[in-house]
T-cell receptor, first 116, second 115 residues
Framework: AQKITQTQPGMFVQEKEAVTLDCTYDTSDPSYGLFWYKQPSSGEMIFLIYQGSYDQQNATEGRYSLNFQKARKSANLVISASQLGDSAMYFC?????????????FGTGTQLKVEL | DTEVTQTPKHLVMGMTNKKSLKCEQHMGHRAMYWYKQKAKKPPELMFVYSYEKLSINESVPSRFSPECPNSSLLNLHLHALQPEDSALYLCACSQRAVGDTGELFFGEGSRLTVL
């Protein structure tokens, strides 16, 4: 079974609009972490935002926010005020267990295109 | 600028060649990773080193041989590769501290083409 599911292979959004990228996950581990990474065409994976399974509040980082619905096992990324530079592939990822040195499993990604 | 440096950025090799990919980090992190990424696909974990010891090997073929000479360096030795091994190889590191989120810091990748 897929541990991380991203159901939107591609998304379009107009500049200055908000966009939501979907991510659902599956784990029986009570301690886990959820990440969103951006990958422009250059290839580098850029960390955007993190949500821990025990965090009470939704994570926010500038224009990025994570809509964490634990009971539904979803961790959607919201990008507000889209910019042309936001055009990239976006990956949702999950770490099971505590801390670093553990496996990070990635979803299949969503290709976002921001249009004028 | 990224604090994880990968060299070379591009590599073309024949199936009988022996080459190495190198990764260096100056973040003081004690976990280092190799991921393989095919075009339009997510990164797939290959190896994890924790405190310079191999802790995870995701059943990678022996033609890929990782090495962690010290806490800052990670190598991936390549020998007798196949054309299907052509991909972007990403190095990453993370802390190994209590309370750490496990966030990975990636390099820009080495794009490998096997002829």
């Amino acid at each position: 079974a897929q541990k991380i599911t991203q159901t939107q292979p591609g998304m379009f959004v107009q500049e200055k609009e908000a966009v939501t990228l979907d991510c659902t996950y599956d784990t029986s581990d009570p301690s886990y972490g959820l990440f969103w990474y951006k990958q422009p065409s250059s290839g580098e994976m850029i960390f955007l935002i993190y949500q821990g399974s025990y965090d009470q509040q939704n994570a926010t980082e500038g224009r990025y926010s994570l809509n964490f619905q634990k009971a539904r096992k979803s961790a959607n990324l919201v990008i507000s005020a889209s910019q042309l530079g936001d055009s990239a592939m976006y990956f949702c990822a999950m770490r099971e267990g505590q801390g670093g040195g553990n496996k990070l499993t990635f979803g299949t990604g969503t290709q976002l295109k921001v249009e004028l | 600028d990224t604090e994880v440096t990968q060299t070379p950025k591009h590599l073309v090799m024949g199936m009988t060649n022996k080459k190495s990919l190198k990764c260096e980090q100056h973040m003081g992190h004690r976990a280092m990773y190799w991921y393989k990424q095919k075009a339009k696909k997510p990164p797939e974990l290959m190896f994890v080193y924790s405190y310079e010891k191999l802790s995870i090997n995701e059943s990678v073929p022996s033609r890929f041989s990782p090495e962690c000479p010290n806490s800052s360096l990670l190598n991936l030795h390549l020998h007798a590769l196949q054309p299907e091994d052509s991909a972007l190889y990403l190095c990453a590191c993370s802390q190994r501290a209590v309370g750490d989120t496990g966030e990975l810091f990636f390099g820009e990748g080495s794009r490998l083409t096997v002829l």
